[in-house]
């Protein structure tokens, strides 16, 4: 039985290139699920509903509305807010301002009279814990792979143009165009 053995002519490894550019779509997905799985991960191990009050909060500009820094943080929900001036005398009633996810806004121009408005309040939200923290380095550890993609690509090129030009060379002298003598200078004559 005659041994038969696989030669791809005339591809000047573009199998290679071809294997290299779905090595990194299926390793680019695996980030991808990796990376979805690991958010959803970190967000269900958060320590949920920690309390927290706020006594005399800036809350300036609150004429163009002002963001509480309870309303700033994950999951953050703010109480009811008592607005008070620089002597501590409440200086607003509910109905001069609106307080919506923790975005005060005048309502009124009862404000410019009082100075800077102080907020007192309670908020809760969910605080990142040891868990939480692991996860996230996991999350940007395993997204950061994706950065090697562009050299993996170019190194790649590089071997496919290389043995391109192997095979280019290695074709015009078994064509017998290139003389290595003096004797060699007949060749293409009939």
């Known amino acids: 039985m005659k041994n038969k053995f696989k030669q791809d002519k005339g591809q000047a490894g573009l199998n290679i290139l071809l294997s290299v550019v779905v090595m990194l779509f299926i390793i680019g997905l695996i980030i991808t699920i990796f ?3 690991g ?4 967000d269900a191990t958060l320590t949920p509903d920690v309390s927290v009050v706020v006594v005399n909060e800036t809350a300036l ?13 994950t999951d953050g929900t703010c109480g009811t807010v008592t607005l008070r001036n620089a002597t501590g005398v409440v200086t607003s009633l509910a109905g001069n301002f ?8 005048n309502t009124t121009s009862e404000f410019t009279t009082y100075g800077t408005p102080y907020a007192s309040y309670t908020y ?3 605080q990142d814990n040891t868990v939480t923290d692991v996860m996230n380095s ?3 550890g395993i997204a950061g792979a994706s950065d090697w993609f562009d ?5 790649t090129a590089m071997i496919v143009l290389i043995l391109l030009t192997v095979i280019i060379i290695t074709a015009i002298r078994s064509s017998g165009m290139i003389g290595g003598n003096a004797m060699d200078s007949q060749i293409g004559t009939a």
């Open 98 to 105: 609106t307080q919506v996810n923790c975005v005060l806004t």
């Open 124 to 126: 809760t939200y969910s």
């Open 35 to 37: 990376a979805l799985m």
């Open 151 to 155: 050299i993996f690509l170019v190194i």
């Open 39 to 42: 958010g959803e991960l970190r």
């Open 138 to 140: 996991t999350v940007n």
């Open 61 to 73: 500009p609150i004429t163009a509305g002002v963001t509480l820094a309870g309303g700033l943080l």
